[in-house]
C-alpha cells in the first residue's frame, strides 16, 4: 500500500469513528476531506501536466501557475475525475474550511453526506 493511501486509509478510519461517535461531526467533515486528499493525490500522481511530469502537489501548481496548493489540487481533481466526484471533492473542501474558520456547528446529515462522499471518492480511485 502506498503512503498516501495508509495515510488517507487512517482519516478515512478517524472520520468513520467520529460519526459513530455522533460527536465532532466539523471533524468527521475535515477528516474526510483529508482522506480524499491523499487518495486523489495517490491515483493521479505523477501526472503529465503542459508536457511536465508532475510528482507531486507543489510541482503540480508550478504547472498550472496557480498560487495555492489546494486551488491546483482541484483542478487537478476537475482534470482528472468525471465531474460527479469532482463536485464531491470540492464539496468536501467547502464544507471542510467552513467547519474549520467559520463555525464549528455541522448537522449529523452534512457529516453523513461527507462520509458518503468520501466513500464514492474512494471507489472512484481504488475500484475501477
Same mark, same amino acid.
Given at each position: 500500500?502506498? #503512503? =498516501? #493511501?495508509?495515510?488517507?486509509?487512517?482519516?478515512?478510519?478517524?472520520?468513520?469513528?467520529?460519526?459513530?461517535? #455522533?460527536?465532532?461531526? $466539523?471533524?468527521?467533515?475535515? @477528516?474526510?476531506?483529508?482522506s480524499a486528499i491523499h487518495f486523489?493525490? $495517490?491515483?493521479?500522481?505523477?501526472?503529465? !501536466?503542459?508536457?511536465?511530469?508532475?510528482?507531486? !502537489?507543489?510541482?503540480? =501548481?508550478?504547472?498550472?501557475?496557480?498560487?495555492?496548493?489546494?486551488?491546483? /489540487?482541484?483542478?487537478?481533481?476537475? $482534470?482528472?475525475?468525471? !465531474?460527479? !466526484?469532482?463536485?464531491?471533492?470540492?464539496?468536501?473542501?467547502?464544507?471542510? /474550511? +467552513?467547519?474549520?474558520? @467559520? @463555525?464549528? =456547528?455541522?448537522?449529523? @446529515?452534512?457529516?453523513?453526506? &461527507?462520509?458518503?462522499?468520501?466513500?464514492?471518492?474512494?471507489? &472512484?480511485? +481504488?475500484? =475501477?
Amino acid at each position: 500500500m502506498s #503512503k =498516501k #493511501k495508509a495515510h488517507g486509509e487512517r482519516n478515512k478510519t478517524l472520520s468513520h469513528e467520529l460519526l459513530e461517535g #455522533k460527536k465532532y461531526y $466539523d471533524w468527521v467533515i475535515t @477528516t474526510a476531506f483529508y482522506s480524499a486528499i491523499h487518495f486523489v493525490e $495517490d491515483k493521479i500522481l505523477p501526472c503529465e !501536466i503542459s508536457s511536465r511530469i508532475c510528482n507531486n !502537489i507543489s510541482e503540480v =501548481k508550478a504547472a498550472y501557475k496557480m498560487n495555492g496548493r489546494h486551488s491546483s /489540487r482541484e483542478r487537478l481533481v476537475f $482534470d482528472h475525475f468525471p !465531474i460527479g !466526484i469532482a463536485v464531491k471533492y470540492k464539496w468536501l473542501d467547502d464544507k471542510s /474550511r +467552513y467547519s474549520r474558520y @467559520t @463555525t464549528f =456547528k455541522v448537522t449529523p @446529515t452534512e457529516a453523513d453526506k &461527507a462520509q458518503q462522499y468520501l466513500l464514492e471518492i474512494h471507489e &472512484a480511485c +481504488y475500484d =475501477k
